[in-house]
């Protein structure tokens, strides 16, 4: 049984469902997780020594992560590298399978590295979701411009999840296994 604090930022949802998701994936093998949103002050202050392993759930967004995960991973960095931690880098981009998107989110990854010192121990890029349903006029236009791009078929008047559940909870065991060992 490993103590694990999931840490998220989102913004438009799918990130946090990710991070409850995974959170009660963890309940159903036996695990303890805490989630904690990296908008909150709590984020700034975590006593990261109770745990045994720390995921981080981060959405991209304007070609980069979430400025409340740089904020995190800059206080926690180092703390986080010699630690058992893991990303899941949410994107339209792991949708696609292409190659090039492959490379772009890769470089995502790289970049909040080098930026912030944290590197984690394992890294999985998770689709995220396309909520036309709540878009206002200029996010749908700009939604259905990235599908293009992306040469993916959408229907624009409902919701998609990319997210592919048994890859990202085959991830956390995982990395559970490998790394935290409980």
Request: no cysteine; proline share 5%; aromatic share 10%.
């Amino acid at each position: 049984m490993a103590k694990v604090l999931i840490v998220f930022a989102s913004v438009e949802g799918q990130s946090e469902r990710i991070a409850g998701l995974v959170s009660d994936h963890l309940v159903r093998s036996r695990h303890v997780p805490t989630v904690l949103n990296a908008t909150s002050e709590a984020a700034a202050r975590p006593n990261l020594h109770l745990y045994d392993g720390v995921i981080v759930v981060a959405p991209v967004h304007h070609q980069a992560h979430h400025p409340a995960i740089y904020r995190f991973a800059n206080l926690h960095g180092e703390r986080l590298t010699k630690m058992p931690s893991a990303l899941i880098s949410v994107s339209l981009h792991a949708a696609s399978g292409e190659p090039e998107d492959e490379e772009e989110m890769r470089q995502y990854v790289d970049i909040l590295a080098g930026e912030t010192g944290w590197l984690p121990r394992a890294v999985h890029y998770a689709a995220g979701a396309l909520k036309f349903t709540e878009f206002d006029f200029f996010k749908r236009w700009m939604a259905r411009r990235l599908v293009k791009a992306l040469d993916m078929e959408v229907d624009p008047k409902a919701d998609i999840e990319f997210t592919d559940w048994p890859a990202l909870y085959g991830f956390v065991d995982e990395f559970l296994k490998v790394h935290v060992g409980k």
